[in-house]
C-alpha cells in the first residue's frame, strides 16, 4: 500500500461525457501528478500540482483539466470523452518538486469509454 | 522532447537466466529511475541514479547510469518467477518526468 488513494477503481461511460477522477496523495506529500496509461502508448505524464499550484504540464488534453485543493487532494477532469481516452490513470504522490524525489503511485482508475 | 526508449519491448526467460534491459535517449537527464509495476498495481520505484556513471545494486538487481547521463541499464542475475512485471525507466526532463514505454519480463518457473 502506496499510501496514496484513488477513487472510483473503475469507471465505464459513453462518448462526449464528462468524468472525475480523485486522487488523495499520502499524508505530507505535496505534489501530485497525473498519469495515463494506455497499452500503445506507455506511461504518459499529465500534469503536475505542488501544494495547489501547476507546477508541470505534460501531454494533457484540453478537454482535460486539473486541480489540487487546499487539503491536498487532486481532481482529474475529463470532458467530451472519446474512445481513445479509454486508459488506466494513475495519481501518484511525492515530498517536493525534485524530479528525483520517489513518487509514491495511486492503484490507479481504469476508465473505460464506449 | 526527450524521449526515453526502451528494449527489448518483451522480454520472456527461465528462471535463473539472466538478463539486461535498457533505456536510450539522445538528451541529458539530471536523474533517472527505475519502476516496476505489476498488473492492476501502480508502478513502484526500485533506484534512483544521479551521477554519470553510478551503478546501484538492489540484491540481484545491478543499474547504471551512463557517464553521459542518456542512458541507464538494468541487469538482472538469475531470474525468479517473482521478477516478473514491466520495468519502467523516467528522467527528470525540464519540468516533467518522463517515462519510457517499458519492457515487459515474464519469468518462468
Known amino acids: 500500500d502506496s499510501g496514496v488513494t484513488q477513487t472510483p477503481k473503475h469507471l465505464i461511460t459513453a462518448t462526449g461525457q464528462r468524468v472525475t477522477l480523485r486522487c488523495s496523495p499520502r499524508s505530507g506529500d505535496l505534489s501530485v501528478y497525473w498519469y495515463q496509461q494506455s497499452l500503445d502508448q506507455g506511461l504518459q505524464f499529465l500534469i503536475q500540482?505542488?501544494?495547489?499550484?501547476?507546477?508541470a504540464k505534460g501531454n494533457i488534453l484540453e478537454r482535460f483539466s486539473a486541480q489540487q485543493f487546499p487539503d491536498l487532494h487532486s481532481e482529474l477532469n475529463l470532458s467530451s470523452l472519446e474512445l481513445g481516452d479509454s486508459a488506466l490513470y494513475f495519481c501518484a504522490s511525492s515530498p517536493g518538486t525534485s524530479g528525483s524525489d520517489e513518487q509514491f503511485f495511486g492503484p490507479g482508475t481504469r476508465l473505460t469509454v464506449l | 522532447t526527450q524521449l526515453l526508449e526502451q528494449s527489448p519491448q518483451f522480454l520472456s526467460i527461465q528462471e535463473g537466466e539472466n538478463l539486461t534491459v535498457y533505456c536510450n535517449s539522445s538528451?541529458?537527464?539530471?536523474?533517472l529511475q527505475w519502476y516496476r509495476q505489476e498488473p492492476g498495481e501502480g508502478p513502484v520505484l526500485l533506484v534512483t541514479?544521479?551521477?554519470?556513471?553510478e551503478v546501484k545494486k538492489l540484491k540481484r538487481l545491478t543499474f547504471q547510469f551512463g557517464d553521459a547521463r542518456k542512458d541507464s541499464s538494468l541487469h538482472i542475475t538469475a531470474a525468479q518467477p517473482g521478477d516478473t512485471g514491466l520495468y519502467l525507466c523516467a528522467g527528470e526532463g525540464d519540468n516533467d518526468m518522463r517515462f519510457g514505454a517499458g519492457t515487459r519480463l515474464t519469468v518462468k518457473p
Open positions: 500540482y505542488y501544494n495547489g499550484e501547476e507546477r
Open positions: 538528451s541529458v537527464f539530471s536523474s
Open positions: 541514479v544521479v551521477t554519470g556513471g
